[in-house]
């Protein structure tokens, strides 16, 4: 009888990459409905468009590096960075935006290195970065929450404005962001960076109707979007996803980084919860640097590459020139991971340091 | 030191254990075969008992194919210390012994002993151990070895040798974990024979002597945890320790970290530690062999999985076929795509390559797992999640290694400690992206040892080569020498014979110019002792408190004398000269050294001669050694004392030259010599002053002419040193002879 050969172990576990990307995907569903709440169907048709191109991409590139692309497909790990980067798009910019910028991320930062698990970038930031340098005017086109917009506007008008820029009753982009004051609104870090610089205090600078919250600081939409993401990241890491390090460690070094600064001066700089729930800071903690391809992999390393992110995060933020640096900082971090890994070793059973490694190397 | 025996001990009071890092939660599946008692099976026709079932070296058959053997008759023998036997497990004839397929993950055929049952199982004459305590522990290590105990848990290394130990054992465990799914052979081992496996405990206890026994159990054996609670209740230093149910806990080191927290090192083993692990089965198997005198011959085997409908525990004899098993367990094959039969867990187990895989004693499962209880492969990319480096029971980074080992990179592999895996199979158990991890360590090992193998190989090939090469070149400049030698001693020869005529050119030239400087020689001849003594001083070494007695010229006229008295002067002086050679190294030989120069001075056309002789006692040796710098010697060349001090030199001034030349030309030629000698030693001595002046003129191979060419037998076999220095002082005599020619 002639038997069956495989390797041990026999038996394992039942969950495969697939199931781990569509668990972040689902993860990320709060955060998306309320995006979808406060900023309009923008955020779903751009998340169709991102998903479309990067499903599209991917197959393409699969097929001309001869890869069995129905496969790799079905492990979700596309979908994931495109909707990471379409969340971080503005609603209503332009079709162009997010389809370049997604092909992007699938076709130059990920297959290009090698396909998933090769990629030293994360894809989704990486075309976030590329689409903000290159593109900065639609990239920061963000309409007013829907409560505090002047103009509503439905799934029709939406789509619209994505493919041609108006509305379906031909208001235009411009029209779109104005406020309910009749005052084109900015984004939470924005109104703070310019008010600060005209001469506010932070303290003047949340009065302002986009800040019209129960906890001072908080922005109207992105506390609640973060509240979202935050019990989507939490729920990662009850089902063991993600390891708690990076969230952790970044989050509690942006929180440090900013009670420190706003202890010295209070009136400059915005207090902790200002920075931790404001932007993409939730969304960046929980699902943008804890992306496993491009994080580092030793728990040592992982507390370290949080907290660095969180550090840059804080620094472009203050005295950058952007108002939001969740992407810059990522990608910062992730040229620094196989430094980071190689110095984060855990010492291996048996083993008094993971200097003797070294010195066994040399005796050898 | 930290987990010292005390902190041990007391948090082992207080009910708390350790943890070991990562670990998984596999399905146990254990209800499926712990819940009937171990079966018996019908003695199989056939049987093939493989002759290496265990770590380290094989024994020699001592049977022969057609020889009836008894049931628990050695097979195997061995003086080695390594080598445990192998016994017939039941009665019948030897039908073969070749190679058959092996109970190992590569299946490769291995020497087997094939025995046809005769049905009867009849028993050989056994000999218990009755009353082990009152034997020498090497009587009760004979029985267990000849037994054929080797580790029944895993790696099956000697009994014996573990039980031997050089060392202290602070904590004897015994291994009753059991933690890959599936398997529950110790369970019901323990269960259904706790007394016995204490019966071996307190064996292993009289060898060990360790200061405390753990019994380690997981958790998830709530029975065999009372039946040996039960079993050992009488005996305090007895603890079972319930351990949590984590896989790999079972493996020897996670079993150490648990119970004590303390870590064997890396290539070390559990003995470095102060620590002994010993199986229950094992265990077993020892109070077999010492309270009934049983060979290891049989043991308990799970069969398994939900491809067999009876699964049960059973006892198997060692070499029963794996077919034999399954048969007796109802496998049904069709409930599987493809037939697949593990020999061991689904976690560390392996497949058998065919039915006919024999048990070994290491065989404590034959799984037949339906398709949807393994794993399909799958394999995708590494997507770095570290979900294996989470789960490594020994904090390895799987996911680099899997990157090294599937890029060959294997010395980067090894970096990262590739060899302090324990193949446990907890990485490639969460994988996400179903990486057969550990079949790529495997992989990467084998790779690594056969690398090593190769290079141990090459590395004694090149010494070989080193050496035959070195040889080759010792032995050409040993026929170089020799070749040389002899042709030196034939230039020699050549020259001495050859010179005569320049001989006679230089010693009329020395001749003529002896006689201008006559005038200047007689006059020095008046010179005091004292002065000749202090010239010698300062000619030889200046710097040294050199003693030289006074030199005392005497003239006489006694031409009978003169044949004896040259000659006695020549023998010194080769003496002198034999001294000065050694001395070239050593230069502080304290010998004294008393040279009698006696200088014959002939007039040349009467024959009448004067003799002066020179006796010349220099106390320390140093004059020659400890040789003065070049230029403190060179300004006053003539000066006839230097050739009094420098007697010890080459005044092997020959008959021919001594009637040749007047007095003070000798006196002349013999100062020079001496200089010459002297700068030679030097040249010897040093390369630094070779390179200064008084050397310099010595290349011209033309200044050979000298007057003293007589070279008798004795300075031809000398040293290469010397020949240096005789063709030096050769030189320098030339040059004397010339500037004394100028000066005349």
Request: aromatic share 6%; proline share 6%.
């Amino acid at each position: 009888m002639k038997f069956r050969l495989a390797s041990s172990p026999h038996q394992h576990i039942r969950r495969d990459t697939g199931q781990v990307m569509r668990l972040v995907i689902l993860a990320m569903i709060p955060g998306v409905l309320l995006q979808t709440w406060f900023f309009g169907w923008g955020t779903v048709i751009q998340i169709g468009l991102a998903v479309v191109t990067a499903v599209v991409t991917e197959a393409a590139i699969l097929e001309l590096r001869k890869r069995d692309f129905e496969r790799a497909l079905k492990d979700y790990s596309a979908v994931l960075t495109a909707m990471l980067l379409a969340v971080s798009i503005p609603p209503f910019a332009p079709w162009w935006v997010v389809v370049i910028g997604t092909f992007f991320a699938i076709c130059i930062v990920k297959q290009l290195y090698g396909g998933l698990g090769f990629n030293v970038f994360n894809p989704a930031m990486a075309a976030y970065v590329m689409l903000l340098v290159s593109f900065p005017v639609q990239m920061t086109q963000w309409l007013p929450p829907v409560n505090l917009a002047q103009y509503s506007h439905n799934f029709m008008d939406a789509l619209q404005a994505v493919f041609t820029g108006f509305s379906v009753e031909g208001f235009s982009l411009a029209q779109l962001k104005t406020g309910i004051d009749g005052v084109t609104m900015a984004t939470p870090l924005d109104t703070v960076k310019t008010s600060l610089s005209q001469g506010f205090t932070y303290s003047e600078t949340i009065e302002r109707p986009i800040f019209d919250s129960v906890i001072p600081g908080l922005g109207v939409a992105s506390s609640w979007i973060s509240l979202g993401y935050l019990i989507g990241g939490l729920y990662l890491l009850k089902q063991k996803v993600i390891n708690w390090h990076i969230p952790t460690s970044m989050l509690a070094a942006l929180f440090i980084c900013a009670l420190i600064m706003s202890l010295v001066d209070s009136d400059l700089y915005p207090s902790s919860i200002f920075h931790l729930f404001n932007g993409s800071i939730i969304i960046g903690a929980f699902f943008i640097a804890t992306d496993p391809v491009s994080a580092s992999t030793t728990n040592k390393g992982r507390i370290i590459f949080g907290a660095a992110i969180g550090i840059w995060v804080y620094l472009i933020r203050e005295w950058g020139g952007y108002p939001d640096a969740i992407a810059f900082a990522v990608l910062i971090m992730n040229m620094a991971v196989p430094l980071i890994d190689y110095y984060t070793r855990p010492r291996t059973y048996g083993h008094t340091s993971t200097k003797r490694k070294t010195k066994n190397k040399a005796q050898s | 030191m930290p987990n010292n025996y005390d902190d041990i001990i007391e948090k082992l009071d207080n009910n708390q254990l350790w943890d070991f890092p990562g670990g998984v939660f596999p399905a146990e599946r254990k209800t499926l075969s712990n819940q009937t008692p171990i079966g018996k099976l019908p003695i199989p026709e056939r049987l093939f008992v493989t002759v290496k079932q265990h770590i380290g070296v094989e024994g020699h058959l001592i049977v022969e194919v057609g020889q009836k053997v008894l049931k628990g008759q050695a097979l195997t023998k061995s003086m080695n210390p390594f080598a445990v036997p192998i016994h017939a497990p039941t009665s019948g004839e030897v039908a073969a012994i070749q190679k058959h397929v092996s109970a190992h993950p590569s299946g490769l055929p291995e020497m087997t002993v094939e025995i046809i049952s005769d049905q009867q199982d009849k028993w050989i004459q056994l000999n218990p151990l009755i009353d082990y305590q009152s034997q020498p522990k090497i009587k009760v290590l004979a029985a267990i070895c000849d037994a054929g105990i080797s580790g029944m848990g895993g790696a099956g290394f000697p009994t014996h040798i573990k039980s031997s130990p050089k060392k202290d054992v602070d904590f004897l465990i015994i291994n009753g974990i059991e933690c890959e799914p599936y398997i529950t052979s110790d369970d019901r081992l323990m269960r259904e024979h706790a007394w016995q496996i204490r019966q071996g405990i307190d064996v292993l206890c009289h060898l060990l002597k360790p200061k405390q026994v753990l019994i380690g159990i997981e958790n998830n054996k709530p029975e065999a945890i009372e039946a040996m609670q039960v079993a050992c209740r009488e005996n305090p230093n007895y603890r079972i320790c319930s351990v949590p149910t984590k896989y790999p806990a079972g493996g020897e080191k996670q079993l150490i970290q648990v119970l004590t927290n303390r870590e064997v090192p890396a290539k070390g083993l559990p003995m470095d530690v102060g620590i002994i692990m010993h199986n229950v089965g094992t265990c077993f198997a020892i109070s077999d062999a010492v309270f009934s005198g049983k060979p290891l011959i049989s043991r308990v085997v799970t069969v398994t999985g939900e491809a067999v409908e009876k699964p049960s525990n059973l006892w198997a004899l060692i070499g029963s076929p794996v077919a034999h098993l399954l048969a007796h367990s109802d496998y049904n094959p069709k409930l599987q795509k493809q037939p697949n039969v593990i020999m061991g867990g689904p976690m560390m187990g392996f497949n058998v390559i065919n039915d006919k895989v024999p048990v070994i004693k290491t065989t404590n499962c034959i799984l037949a797992p339906t398709d949807t209880e393994i794993s399909s492969n799958n394999e995708q990319a590494c997507i770095r999640c570290s979900a294996c480096a989470d789960a490594c029971p020994v904090s390895l980074l799987p996911q680099q290694l899997f990157w090294h080992s599937k890029a060959k990179e294997l010395d980067k592999a090894q970096d990262y400690n590739l060899f302090d895996c324990i193949e446990c199979g907890a990485c490639a158990y969460v994988c996400p992206s179903e990486i057969p991890l550990v079949h790529y360590y495997r992989i990467a090992k084998s790779e690594i040892r056969v690398e090593q193998e190769e290079k141990q190989k090459s590395d004694k090939a090149r010494e070989r080569f080193e050496k035959r090469e070195a040889r080759l070149i010792a032995e050409q400049h040993a026929r170089d020498e020799k070749h040389r030698l002899a042709a030196e001693a034939r230039k020699q020869a050549m020259e001495s014979k050859g010179n005569n005529a320049k001989d006679k050119i230089a010693a009329a030239l020395a001749r003529a110019k002896a006689k201008k400087q006559a005038v200047n020689i007689e006059e020095e001849t008046s010179v005091s002792k004292a002065d000749l003594a202090n010239d010698v001083i300062e000619a030889a070494a200046p710097n040294e408190t050199t003693e030289a007695s006074a030199t005392q010229p005497t003239t006489k006229v006694a031409s009978s004398n003169q044949r004896v008295q040259a000659a006695i002067a020549r023998a010194k002086a080769k003496k002198a000269a034999a001294e000065a050679a050694t001395s070239n190294v050593e230069v502080e030989v304290p010998s004294e050294v008393e040279v009698e120069v006696e200088v014959e001075v002939e007039k040349n056309n009467d024959k009448v001669s004067e003799s002066i002789k020179t006796e010349t006692q220099s106390k320390n040796q140093s004059v020659n050694a400890k040789e003065p710098a070049p230029h403190a010697a060179k300004p006053e060349p003539l000066k006839p004392e230097s050739a009094s001090s420098e007697s010890v030199s080459e005044v092997t001034a020959t008959k021919t030259a001594t009637i040749a030349a007047s007095k003070k030309a000798r006196i002349a030629a013999a100062v020079a010599k001496a200089k010459a000698k002297r700068e030679a030693q030097k040249a010897a001595e040093t390369e630094q002053t070779s390179k200064e002046a008084p050397l310099a003129e010595v290349e011209d191979p033309k200044t050979d002419s000298s007057q003293e060419p007589v070279k008798t037998q004795e300075q031809q076999i000398d040293m290469k040193k010397r020949k240096i220095a005789a063709a030096v002082a050769k030189a320098k005599a030339k040059k004397a002879a010339e500037k004394a020619d100028k000066s005349s």
